[in-house]
Each structure stands twice: as structure tokens, then as C-alpha cells.
């Protein structure tokens, strides 16, 4: 059993409070967007750490985290990227695999709209955790946390830290 905490867009701010809400996390995954090299370098030195470069990160953050990460977790096939689109509307750069092969679990950020959606044609679930940064037209930043036991994706929760 993992528990995991998910952030995306944080666009160089880290509120203090993701450190509290994911302090009893197993491993902390971020979906781009980081905007500072900080960021990356903070969740890092926090706990086991997996995260993917967005649209606005430099080749700093480009280096240190790829486009795309597919990985397993406990028994859970899971795929992560910055722009990914949500079901039924994948995003041109990740459709044609996620097609032929999806994951159990497809996450992204890029849009700053919370999303949790189960994709039925595909037997998938797509995440978004929203933004969790400043900077963007949502109003409310937002965290996850869940838990991947064995294969089951479970106890999800979605964490509002306020304002933007």
C-alpha cells in the first residue's frame, strides 16, 4: 500500500501547507507546470519524489523530470504527464498510445481544472489535481492524496489550500 500525494502547476509558489497534508504520504508526484527548479529540489528533499516538466519549465527542470513517466505502482499501471487532455478528448501527443495500451491510472495538469474522471472505453482513471500555485484563472488551489493498495486506486481526497 502507497500513500500518494499529487500536485500540478504550482508555477513557482509552494505553499507551505503541502508539506502538512502530504506528510503522512509515501511518495508525493507532481504533473508540471513546476515553474522553478526550487520547487522540484523542495518536494524532492521532502519524500520519494516523481514528476514530469510542463509547458512553462526550463531545460533546469527539463533535465530532472521527463515529458512522460509510465510507471507501476504496487500493481497500478500509471501514466503521467503535463498536457494530456481527459477522456474523450486525449490530447494529440498521448492518444495514440493511451489507446492502444492505457494505463490503469492517467494523470495530468496543464488545464488548472480539478478533474477525477473514469474513462469506461478505456478502463482508466484520469486525474487532474487542479492548480496548487498563484499563477492562472482557478480560483481555488487544490492538492490530492490517495492510496494504491495491491491494484485498487482508493480514499481519494481532494485538499483545498485556499484562494489563489
Aim: proline share 5%; with cysteine.
Amino acid at each position: 500500500m502507497k500513500k500518494i500525494g499529487l500536485l500540478s502547476d504550482t508555477h513557482s509558489y509552494l505553499d507551505d501547507a503541502v508539506f502538512k497534508h502530504f506528510d503522512g504520504c509515501d511518495e508525493v508526484w507532481h504533473a508540471g507546470d513546476f515553474g522553478s527548479l526550487e520547487i522540484v529540489e523542495k518536494l524532492s528533499a521532502f519524500k520519494p519524489f516523481k514528476g514530469v516538466y510542463g509547458n512553462i519549465d526550463g531545460k533546469d527542470i527539463r533535465v530532472s523530470c521527463p515529458e512522460h513517466q509510465r510507471f507501476s505502482c504496487e500493481g497500478v499501471d500509471v501514466w503521467m504527464t503535463h498536457i494530456g487532455g481527459y477522456p474523450g478528448r486525449y490530447s494529440p501527443l498521448v492518444k495514440p498510445e493511451i489507446m492502444i495500451n492505457p494505463p490503469k491510472l492517467f494523470i495530468c495538469g496543464h488545464s488548472h481544472i480539478l478533474k477525477v474522471q473514469f474513462d469506461p472505453k478505456l478502463q482508466l482513471l484520469h486525474l487532474n489535481p487542479g492548480a496548487a500555485g498563484k499563477h492562472g484563472w482557478h480560483k481555488v488551489r487544490t492538492l490530492m492524496r490517495f492510496v494504491i493498495d495491491g491494484d485498487k486506486i482508493e480514499k481519494l481526497e481532494v485538499i483545498e489550500l485556499g484562494e489563489r
